[in-house]
């Protein structure tokens, strides 16, 4: 009797210990932040270590707890993984590139919620005349780079080019709204553009290979799935000697010859320094307007050599 009473004991302070996880976990006055990151890739991965750098160096290690998970690129996970941080009862949830914010911003209108790698918040949330400043429980960083600077990039590099093919996923809302931009600007200048969108990512070697084909140049915007795929674009335009203009640095360096770019990790350092204004009560995030950072012109030296291209001296040779 008395072991089967220890047991039922035990049984019952393991339970309380359990159901105590989420409610009592800042008991020990630390930040609790949620980390929910799209996927594996160099940009999305260097903006995560810049924010939770700033978060560190602005609160102190000993201060705070982070839960970072990574959805693999599937945008269900994301869901699953900002309802667990909301049942969680995290101080933040900071989202790293927009399928993870728009999660977010589904599960919750009370958590603080921070996104980087994000284009265009405006188009992400559905808010029309999107004026800078979401004006609820969200705010952030945007990687977008100036995209009449990019478009006019491709006239400064490649001034005899007639055509430009332009490469994105259409499951990606910021992919067609820079797509559609540059359109805007180059067809202005008198380029043809035509749009080569795809929802699979097995297509997009045969989608490349349609415009190499039948375009001058290709332009790939700041887009998650090409970034995962850069490499497939590489080898073929490498072949086919057709230059790439690239929205961002990662892209870039896999499939680019010169890009307009940020540095992620700066970015993500912003997006941790916003964290740190928020939670120590300094900032109300439903003030606080979306933050970007500086453009710099980069190119890839061993694609340029490959294609026989020389850059001006404005351009900075990735690392």
């Known amino acids: 009797m008395k072991r089967i009473i220890s047991l039922i004991i035990a049984?019952?302070?393991?339970?309380?210990?359990?159901?105590?996880?989420?409610?009592?976990?800042?008991s020990d006055g630390k930040y609790r932040i949620g980390i929910v990151q799209l996927i594996t890739h160099d940009a999305l991965d260097a903006a995560t270590e810049g924010f939770k750098a700033a978060v560190i160096d602005n609160l102190g290690a000993e201060n705070v707890v982070f839960d970072l998970q990574n959805a693999s690129g599937d945008t269900a996970q994301c869901a699953t993984i900002v309802n667990s941080f909301v049942n969680d009862k995290v101080d933040l949830?900071?989202?790293n590139a927009t399928p993870a914010l728009q999660a977010a911003y589904?599960?919750?209108?009370?958590?603080?919620?921070l996104g980087t790698s994000v284009t265009e918040y405006g188009v992400a949330l559905g808010i029309e005349n999107f004026n800078g400043v979401v004006g609820s429980n969200v705010s952030g960083t945007s990687d977008l780079a100036p995209l009449s600077e990019q478009a006019d990039m491709i006239l400064e590099l490649f001034p005899e080019a007639k055509t430009a093919g332009l490469i994105y996923c259409n499951a990606e809302p910021n992919s067609a709204y820079q797509v559609k931009e540059v359109t805007k600007f180059l067809e202005a200048k008198g380029v043809t553009c035509?749009?080569?969108s795809f929802s699979d990512s097995n297509d997009i070697a045969a989608l490349t290979n349609r415009a190499v084909a039948e375009c001058d140049v290709i332009y790939v915007?700041?887009?998650?799935?090409?970034a995962n795929s850069g490499a497939i674009?590489?080898?073929i335009v490498r072949e086919a000697k057709?230059?790439?203009?690239?929205?961002?640095?990662?892209i870039c360096a896999k499939c680019g010859v010169a890009t307009l770019s940020i540095s992620y990790y700066d970015l993500g350092y912003k997006t941790g320094e916003m964290a740190a204004q928020i939670l120590k009560g300094e900032a109300k995030i439903e003030e606080m307007p979306i933050a970007y950072a500086p453009a710099v012109k980069k190119y890839n030296k061993d694609m340029a050599d490959a294609l026989g291209i020389t850059l001006p001296e404005a351009y900075t040779e990735i690392k």
């Open 221 to 226: 915007p700041t887009d998650n799935t090409v």
């Open 11 to 26: 049984a019952v302070m393991l339970t309380a210990v359990c159901l105590c996880t989420s409610s009592c976990a800042k």
């Open 93 to 95: 949830i900071m989202a």
């Open 233 to 235: 674009i590489g080898n």
């Open 194 to 196: 035509t749009s080569y």
């Open 242 to 250: 057709k230059p790439v203009i690239a929205g961002e640095e990662g």
């Open 106 to 113: 589904n599960a919750t209108k009370k958590i603080p919620i």
